[in-house]
């Protein structure tokens, strides 16, 4: 059983210009609470074949978001909602060839709101040579409307229960080559369609605003990685991508889409399978927002020391997030009277685990 809870608290000032400020405190409630099931077959038939199979089903059991004011009390949405989700899917993976292979899978997910959707899988990998691999990937699946998107309403907007999910396919090229002192060199190149893209609008007819299936898009990139994995546990990998997101109607480029995306990994084990230091940076280019202001780019440098004090069931973990307290901020949609709002500095966490 798992369930996650947000609270939100935004204080908002309901006095008209001129008069003494009158500071309302706003909370946003949000209750998910589910369990699941998962049953897996595997087996291999006639040496070529090696048959997955399996059907998973979700029980959500509590869907709530709320929004009122505290004092005087008054509220403004409230959505209680439960529901259940299934999916089947089947996967065969056949070595064609000593050096040739290739995946096949589909699976069909069932939702009460929307129906079904069937989504397949293709991977044909070939190995020239024991250095290099070449695969070429295509793959398609969907991401469902949220309960806010479908049921909320307040006095700015109303719901869309007939919402569809949006859909994705993406065809991909990958090129992979071992090269000496245990570097793993990627390049990649991929394009993506999505359709039935979930956005804002305001309704002409009454002038709220109302979730819908709007526009379509495409996304052409081309990524390259480089990966280093030692024997005594020190990994690291850098990647970049270069991206262009374009709505598929007009060509435009799409607001909050970055151009180019960073990333730099790296995992030092500071007494082995005991303690470890983990490093990252992530960097984001500039992005337009909706009002077609310019957002600045961004480094954002992570760390997390982890230790195993007792073996492999126990796990403590400290991590700082912006470690270097960087300045930075995300574009936001139409609903919001600002353009952007910016992000949290350096932040900590300290999480405790226990495995059995």
Sequence with gaps: LTRQTY????????????????????????VGQWFGAELLFAKRLAQRHRVVAGAELRDNTRQEAANFDQEPRFVYSRTVRQSKNWGLFLQDEVALHPQLSLTA?????????????????????????????????????????????????????????????????????VYERQLPA????????????????????????????????????????VELELARNLPNGLEGRISWAFQRSTDELSGRALENSPRQLGKLVLSVPLRRDALFLGLDAQYSSAVETVRAVRVDGYWLANATLSARPTGRRFEVAL??????????????????????????????????????
Excluded: C
């Excluded at 700082?320 to 932040?347: K, M, W």
């Design 105 to 173: 899978g589909l699976r069909h997910d069932h939702y009460p709101r929307f129906g079904g959707t069937t989504n397949p899988r293709l991977a044909l990998i070939y190995r020239p040579w024991p250095t290099t691999v070449v695969k070429a990937l295509y793959g398609e699946a969907f991401r469902a409307p949220s309960l806010y998107e479908t049921d909320w309403a307040d006095p700015a907007s109303k719901p869309n229960s007939a919402l569809l999910p949006e859909k994705i396919a993406t065809t991909e090229i």
């Design 319 to 356: 991590s700082f997030y912006n470690l270097f307290d960087e300045s930075y901020a995300y574009a936001v949609g139409d609903e919001h009277v600002q353009d952007t709002i910016p992000q949290d500095g350096r932040t900590f966490d300290l999480r405790l685990t226990y495995r059995f």
């Design 7 to 30: 609270d939100g608290v935004y204080i908002y000032d309901d006095a008209e210009p001129g008069e003494p400020a009158a500071l309302v405190r706003n909370i946003d409630e949000q």
């Design 182 to 221: 245990s570097f793993l060199l990627s390049v990649s190149a991929y394009r993506s369609r999505i359709e039935d893209l979930i956005g804002q609008q305001t309704d002409p007819e009454d002038g709220l605003l109302v979730n819908g299936n709007l526009d379509d898009a495409e996304l052409r990139g």
